[in-house]
């Protein structure tokens, strides 16, 4: 039997790996018979291929042989094995793309045939509902149509920036943790609105819808948040009351603080 040749391989399809490939089939991006899905988990991987019309394997070797992309999607510590094992496979003719927090692109470059290109990215969790921030970078190898394939399988799940590796721990400690930030804000504000007597459905709903329209409101007008935040702040007002208690509770410290403990653990993990 002839293996079919895949344009892309999903390699570890967890939560990301497989909110990808799902994405890159409903957007078009890629055609069903062009995925393949592989999972060391053989239900898991082939609960994801059916869902999509794909293709499923076991063997990450196998599944590096037949396609023209791979996407690393495993956790940051089965990196290394991970490559160790599909080495034979690789080639400089095809884009590894990796989504391992913290594995720099000169680790899994060393791991892999000399002049493969190689592109590190950092999504987060909002990608399984096509909101997700993704931000990438390149190896020395990766050329422009490289940085294509990526801009459209990571457009699919949200918006996608292009930065110096370097910058890509305090990418993970603001919007790869960034989403838990918000959970734990959204839940406390949720929690707020039933002590004053709101149901908790409801109280929730307010919270989120509020939180969504906020961010909205900053990547659509691009105006500082400063500036927003003060144009609902009237002198006297409720929200300038509401402002005060933030601040006396440090939320703004905190918040940056939360930021700068999770880059220096994403800079511990690879190193």
């Given at each position: 039997m002839v293996e079919q040749t895949k344009k892309i391989a999903f390699i570890g399809v967890g939560a990301m790996g497989s909110a990808l490939a799902k994405s890159a089939v409903a957007s078009g991006v890629y055609r069903p018979e062009e995925v393949l899905v592989c999972d060391i988990a053989e239900p898991q991987a082939r609960r994801v291929a059916n869902e999509i019309g794909a293709e499923?394997?076991?063997?990450?070797a196998a599944a590096v042989r037949r396609a023209s992309t791979v996407v690393?999607?495993?956790?940051?510590?089965?990196?290394?094995?991970l490559l160790d094992a599909v080495r034979p496979a690789a080639t400089p003719q095809k884009l590894f793309i990796s989504v391992a927090a913290g594995i720099s692109i000169r680790t899994i470059?060393?791991?892999?045939?000399?002049?493969?290109?190689?592109?590190?990215v950092m999504p987060n969790t909002p990608c399984l509902v096509g909101a997700g921030m993704?931000?990438?970078?390149?190896?020395?190898?990766?050329?422009?149509?490289?940085?294509?394939?990526?801009?459209?399988?990571?457009?699919?799940?949200?918006?996608v920036e292009k930065a110096e590796e370097s910058l890509l721990d305090?990418?993970?400690g603001l919007s790869g943790s960034?989403?838990?930030?918000f959970f734990l804000m959204l839940e406390a504000l949720a929690d707020g609105g039933v002590k004053m007597g709101l149901p908790r459905t409801l109280a929730l709903k307010?919270?989120?819808?509020?939180?969504?329209g906020a961010a909205k409101m900053v990547l659509d007008t691009g105006e500082h948040p400063a500036v927003l935040k003060d144009r609902v702040a009237s002198p006297g007002g409720t929200?300038?009351?509401?402002?005060?208690?933030?601040?006396e509770g440090r939320v703004r410290w905190s918040l940056i603080r939360a930021v700068e403990l999770a880059t220096q653990r994403s800079r511990e993990i690879g190193s």
């Open positions: 499923s394997e076991v063997d990450p690393i999607a495993v956790k940051p510590k089965d990196v290394s094995g470059e060393g791991l892999l045939p000399e002049g493969t290109p190689v592109v590190r993704s931000v990438y970078a390149v190896g020395s190898s990766a050329k422009p149509q490289h940085e294509e394939v990526v801009s459209r399988l990571f457009g699919a799940v949200g918006l305090a990418v993970t960034g989403p838990a930030y307010l919270a989120a819808q509020t939180c969504l929200t300038i009351a509401g402002l005060s208690a933030l601040e």
